[in-house]
């Protein structure tokens, strides 16, 4: 009895050994073909894996893309105004937010509207912008400084490609406290 077993495993040793040695030219088979040489479409062709027969897809309507906060006012003089009055930052004003605002500030805004937020950044000194306002001049509110870094205004470009939402309004409150500092 012993030995049918010693042969049997012997045997079964053999075979999957054999197995390593076998004619390579025929493959094993497939049973999702698709996953192992995907079809590849080309960005505006057809593909017949829609209903509409396009590569490209639009987003549903209604939907927010990852990461992305809805921002309710439009880029227009109108919006500006309903931003100054009714958008509020909803952070609550403490030392890390300060902080990280500051540090975005320092990164964004400091090389045209200065350390204090006088309007005198190194690019205004050597008159590369000239008229950066200084925020003690300015009737600006928390919703009109994030509407102006969301979108821009005047000779200032937009910031929402570089400043998350919360980023945004960090800088808002910093910007806050150095127009307070201001007009002391």
């Known amino acids: ?28 088979y497939q049973y999702m073909p698709d996953m192992y040489k995907s079809v590849g ?45 009714n958008s509020k930052n909803l952070l609550e004003v403490n030392e890390a937010n300060l902080s990280n605002g500051k540090k975005m500030y320092d990164i964004y805004c400091i090389s045209c509207h200065g350390k204090t937020g006088a309007g005198d950044g190194i690019l205004v000194q050597r008159d590369k912008f000239l008229g950066i306002p200084n925020y003690k001049d300015r009737d600006i509110t928390e919703g009109s400084i994030y509407h ?25 409150m910093y910007v ?7 007009l002391k």
């Open 148 to 172: 102006v870094i969301m979108y821009g205004r005047n000779m200032m470009g937009s910031h929402s490609s570089q400043l998350t939402a919360q980023e945004r309004w960090q800088v808002t």
């Open 1 to 28: 009895m012993k030995n049918i077993l010693k042969i049997t495993i012997v045997l079964v040793f053999l075979f999957t050994l054999s197995s390593c040695w076998s004619d390579k030219s025929k493959p094993n």
């Open 41 to 85: 479409y080309e960005t505006y062709s057809e593909n017949p894996n829609y209903a509409n027969g396009m590569t490209t897809q639009l987003p549903v309507d209604g939907t927010i893309a990852r990461g992305k906060v809805p921002y309710d006012y439009e880029n227009s003089n109108e919006g500006y105004e309903a931003a100054k009055l």
């Open 176 to 182: 806050q406290e150095l127009r307070t500092e201001l």
